[in-house]
């Protein structure tokens, strides 16, 4: 019956009444009948002391210290008092006057509420109605080549015309050593001389020693869009 009252709190109903038989225990072992009280009377407070224990230090979704937890509780009751006395909702340093604390351990410990319980990454997101994960941006494989691009851009910029051209034909506009040589007017060999003269060229000036900087997979001609 105890249990009952903490359902609804993200807590599955088997593993509040495992709580509360374990507080019926600690109760009938600290049980003193010489002192003329009823069991019951003693049990209760035991029972709801052990689920509310619980809840204190197993029902947070994130880890949150013990002291900011206590300190959390201080801070609801304070501002209920202070709320009545003021009329209005009290502020900050207020709230720190009251309880003995600095205004940063108040806000830390009001922050510390959204850590008590997490939304599902399925649930309706603010847009559209659309769930929460499909507004989270997925991992970009090419992030660690950015700086690399940004480097292979003031390279390809300085290039010859035709040497820059050849390139982003051949890595941007993936046409063939064939195609290219039709674009500009030479023979598909000095297409195929060039790419990789420049090619190398590039590398050198990067000074890399690996074909990872400047290779058809990493695209060197998109830094010229």
Same mark, same amino acid.
Request: charged letters at 30%; aromatic letters at 4%; proline letters at 4%.
């Given at each position: 019956?105890?249990?009952?009252?903490?359902?609804?709190?993200?807590?599955?109903?088997?593993?509040?009444?495992?709580?509360?038989?374990?507080?019926?225990?600690?109760?009938?072992?600290?049980?003193?009948?010489?002192?003329?009280?009823?069991?019951?009377?003693?049990?209760?407070?035991?029972?709801?002391?052990?689920?509310?224990?619980?809840?204190?230090?197993?029902?947070?979704?994130?880890?949150?210290?013990?002291?900011?937890?206590?300190?959390?509780?201080?801070?609801?009751?304070?501002?209920?008092? #202070?709320?009545?006395?003021?009329?209005? @909702?009290?502020?900050?340093? /207020? +709230? $720190?006057?009251? %309880? !003995?604390?600095?205004?940063?351990?108040?806000?830390?410990?009001?922050?510390?509420?959204?850590?008590?319980?997490?939304?599902?990454?399925?649930?309706?997101?603010?847009?559209?109605?659309?769930?929460?994960?499909?507004?989270?941006?997925?991992?970009?494989?090419?992030?660690?080549?950015?700086?690399?691009?940004?480097?292979?851009?003031?390279?390809?910029?300085?290039?010859?015309?035709?040497?820059?051209?050849? #390139?982003?034909?051949?890595?941007?506009? @993936?046409?063939?050593?064939? /195609? +290219? $040589?039709?674009? %500009? !007017?030479?023979?598909?060999?000095?297409?195929?001389?060039?790419?990789?003269?420049?090619?190398?060229?590039?590398?050198?000036?990067?000074?890399?020693?690996?074909?990872?900087?400047?290779?058809?997979?990493?695209?060197?001609?998109?830094?010229?869009?």
């Amino acid at each position: 019956m105890i249990a009952r009252r903490f359902q609804g709190r993200g807590e599955a109903q088997d593993d509040l009444q495992q709580v509360a038989l374990l507080g019926l225990l600690k109760a009938i072992d600290r049980f003193d009948p010489e002192r003329g009280v009823r069991f019951s009377t003693f049990a209760v407070p035991t029972i709801v002391g052990e689920l509310k224990r619980h809840f204190r230090d197993k029902g947070w979704m994130v880890r949150v210290p013990r002291s900011v937890q206590e300190l959390r509780s201080e801070i609801k009751i304070a501002i209920s008092h #202070l709320t009545q006395e003021l009329g209005r @909702s009290p502020k900050v340093h /207020e +709230i $720190a006057n009251r %309880v !003995g604390c600095h205004a940063e351990q108040v806000l830390e410990a009001l922050d510390a509420r959204t850590a008590y319980r997490s939304d599902s990454l399925d649930a309706p997101g603010s847009i559209d109605d659309a769930a929460v994960i499909d507004g989270l941006g997925a991992s970009d494989r090419e992030i660690e080549t950015v700086v690399d691009r940004i480097e292979v851009q003031d390279l390809l910029a300085a290039l010859p015309p035709r040497e820059r051209r050849i #390139l982003v034909l051949r890595f941007f506009g @993936s046409l063939t050593q064939s /195609e +290219i $040589a039709r674009h %500009v !007017g030479v023979s598909q060999m000095h297409v195929s001389r060039l790419i990789t003269e420049t090619l190398a060229r590039l590398r050198e000036q990067l000074g890399a020693d690996n074909d990872e900087v400047v290779s058809p997979q990493h695209d060197p001609a998109r830094g010229l869009a």
